[in-house]
Every structure is written in structure tokens, then in C-alpha cells.
């Protein structure tokens, strides 16, 4: 019999898209484990509700992801020079056990996978593509959006919102 100590808790997720052709897909995980999966088509008035529970082991570290994918060349359409027309995943609000996370889901990291040939025009243009993105809560790539915490949930808490 094992004597860890367990907490479960309640994820609440608001997203939205901005998109013309195709919707993106949000597809969220605590760690490696998927806990919903979707094509965001709200828009930030009535943004997607994801909610879901998850069991966390006192002690263990946790990373929440959005993983963003459904965007192709094709969703991004360029007229002299200016988008007009584009696909963007958006994160309008995060709770974890009805506490509303507010700015800590700019603690969040954003790590896009650049599409190509874009990716090596930009670098040949001398452009640096950063690798990853903190302060954001909009994906334009497909990619990867992580917000690590930790068990016991409120002492994380304490501890990062100063």
C-alpha cells in the first residue's frame, strides 16, 4: 500500500481562433498524458470551454501544453507585403481549481515549429527566428505552448505569484 499523497484538480481552459479557411486544433496534455483534443472555430466573445480533471502526485512537477497544429502554408495569405488573411490559436483564460491564473499564463513558454521554405527565407533574409516565446497567449505556428507548476498546487501557487 502506498502512502503518496494525491491532489485532483480542475483545468479550465478558454480558447479562441482567429481563422478564414481552416480552424486550428488545440490539443491539451499534463505532461504526456492528452485531455482533450478539438478545432478551436470560437471566437474570443464565446471562446471553446475545455475543462477537465487531472490527479497530481505531491512532490511531482507538472507541464500543461496547448499543442497547436492544423496551420499550413496555405492559411497565411500575403498581400503586398501585410497578412490579410491568417490562422492564430489564442488562450483567453486559464483556471486551475477555480483560481483564475491570470498573468502567470504569460509564464507560459511558446515554442513554434516554423514552417518551411518561410523559415529559411527569413534566416536568409537575417532574420533570427527565436527558438522559443515567453509573454505570449497568441500561436501563429503550429507548436507547443508549456506552463510547468508543481504538487502541491497552492504551495506553487504562493510561490509564483510574487
Given at each position: 500500500?502506498?502512502?503518496?499523497?494525491?491532489?485532483?484538480l480542475?483545468?479550465?481552459?478558454?480558447?479562441?481562433?482567429?481563422h478564414?479557411?481552416?480552424?486550428?486544433?488545440?490539443?491539451?496534455?499534463?505532461?504526456?498524458?492528452?485531455?482533450?483534443?478539438?478545432?478551436?472555430?470560437?471566437?474570443?466573445?464565446k471562446?471553446?470551454?475545455?475543462?477537465?480533471?487531472?490527479?497530481?502526485?505531491?512532490?511531482?512537477?507538472?507541464?500543461?501544453?496547448?499543442?497547436?497544429?492544423?496551420?499550413?502554408?496555405?492559411?497565411?495569405?500575403?498581400?503586398?507585403?501585410?497578412i490579410?488573411?491568417d490562422?492564430?490559436?489564442?488562450?483567453?483564460?486559464?483556471?486551475?481549481?477555480?483560481?483564475?491564473?491570470?498573468?502567470?499564463?504569460?509564464e507560459?513558454?511558446?515554442?513554434?515549429e516554423y514552417?518551411?521554405?518561410?523559415?529559411?527565407?527569413?534566416?536568409?533574409?537575417g532574420q533570427?527566428?527565436?527558438v522559443?516565446?515567453?509573454n505570449?497567449?497568441?500561436?501563429?505556428?503550429?507548436?507547443?505552448w508549456?506552463?510547468?507548476?508543481?504538487?502541491?498546487?497552492?504551495?506553487w501557487l504562493?510561490?509564483?505569484?510574487?
Amino acid at each position: 500500500m502506498t502512502d503518496t499523497k494525491t491532489e485532483k484538480l480542475k483545468f479550465k481552459l478558454e480558447l479562441w481562433s482567429t481563422h478564414w479557411d481552416k480552424p486550428p486544433v488545440a490539443e491539451i496534455l499534463i505532461n504526456d498524458t492528452s485531455c482533450h483534443r478539438a478545432e478551436i472555430t470560437s471566437t474570443e466573445d464565446k471562446p471553446t470551454r475545455i475543462e477537465f480533471e487531472h490527479t497530481l502526485e505531491d512532490g511531482e512537477e507538472y507541464n500543461l501544453k496547448i499543442v497547436r497544429s492544423g496551420k499550413d502554408r496555405h492559411q497565411t495569405i500575403v498581400e503586398n507585403s501585410e497578412i490579410v488573411q491568417d490562422q492564430l490559436l489564442h488562450i483567453k483564460n486559464l483556471e486551475i481549481d477555480e483560481i483564475d491564473l491570470g498573468a502567470l499564463i504569460y509564464e507560459g513558454v511558446y515554442t513554434p515549429e516554423y514552417p518551411e521554405p518561410w523559415a529559411t527565407q527569413q534566416r536568409s533574409a537575417g532574420q533570427e527566428l527565436p527558438v522559443s516565446f515567453k509573454n505570449v497567449n497568441t500561436m501563429g505556428h503550429n507548436g507547443v505552448w508549456q506552463l510547468r507548476f508543481a504538487s502541491p498546487f497552492y504551495m506553487w501557487l504562493l510561490e509564483n505569484l510574487y
